[in-house]
């Protein structure tokens, strides 16, 4: 079964810093790759996606992530953090092919900005 | 505002009762998720459906089920509901099913049990 970890459950930086936020999946096969961010009483929102191809994403915000297949890693990053950056922030995982097409999200990490 | 629309926003309700969510996909999408984000658990798929066919399950206890309507809104039924139920539960939409369409996720619905 697909699996994400995040490893860690809060991070903060200060504004204008740059920021990584790590995600490693298990998972046999090429996956669909995901991040989304929550707001405070907000549902969530795509950020970015990486399905195949060039394995450095570009998405919304500022944010990029790159996707390393022998690192089964895909971290988000973005070079400097604003104070609405401040957020939970999930990966996930989609299974090509068949089966459930549920996405398989990591527990999240809370992204606290300092000023 | 991502076009998914959930109600109602909040719940509350007392052990062994039942609930209905309800989900209104965005328009045109086709497909329905229903998920669950909890404290325990984190975020866990709970259910799919795929113009109005059951398409896949997750980790959705049998005390709950689901079902996607003509006009393609869904509801996700909880009964006999526990304590561990009170979660927030989301509702998401895509055009089509499979994992490589862009999920829209609603504002969610927090279900207490007291």
């Known amino acids: 079964a697909q699996s994400v970890t995040q490893p860690d459950i809060h991070i903060t930086v200060s504004e204008g810093a740059s920021l990584e936020l790590r995600c490693n999946y298990s998972y046999g096969a090429t996956p669909y790759l995901f991040w989304y961010v929550q707001s405070p009483g907000q549902g969530l929102q795509l950020l970015l996606k990486?399905?195949?191809?060039?394995?450095l994403v570009q998405g919304i915000k500022g944010f990029e992530a790159e996707f390393k297949r022998s690192q089964s890693s895909f971290n988000l990053r973005k070079p400097s953090v604003h104070w609405s950056d401040a957020a939970e922030y999930f990966c996930?995982?989609?299974?090509?092919?068949?089966?459930?097409?549920?996405?398989?999200f990591g527990k999240g990490t809370h992204l606290i900005i300092q000023p | 505002d991502s076009g998914v629309t959930q109600t109602p926003k909040h719940l509350i309700t007392a052990t062994g009762q039942r609930v209905t969510l309800r989900c209104s996909p965005r328009s045109g999408d086709l497909s329905v998720y229903w998920y669950q984000q909890s404290l325990d658990q984190g975020l866990q798929f709970l259910i799919q459906y795929y113009n109005g066919e059951e398409r896949a399950k997750g980790n959705i206890l049998e005390r709950f089920s689901a079902q996607q309507f003509p006009d393609l809104h869904s509801e996700l039924n909880l009964s006999s509901l526990e304590l561990g139920d009170s979660a927030l539960y989301f509702c998401?939409?895509?055009?089509?099913?499979?994992?490589?369409?862009?999920?829209?996720f609603g504002p969610g619905t927090r279900l207490t049990v007291l």
């Open positions: 998401a939409s895509s055009v089509r099913g499979g994992p490589g369409n862009e999920q829209f």
């Open positions: 990486y399905f195949s191809g060039d394995t």
């Open positions: 996930a995982v989609g299974e090509m092919g068949g089966g459930a097409d549920g996405l398989t």
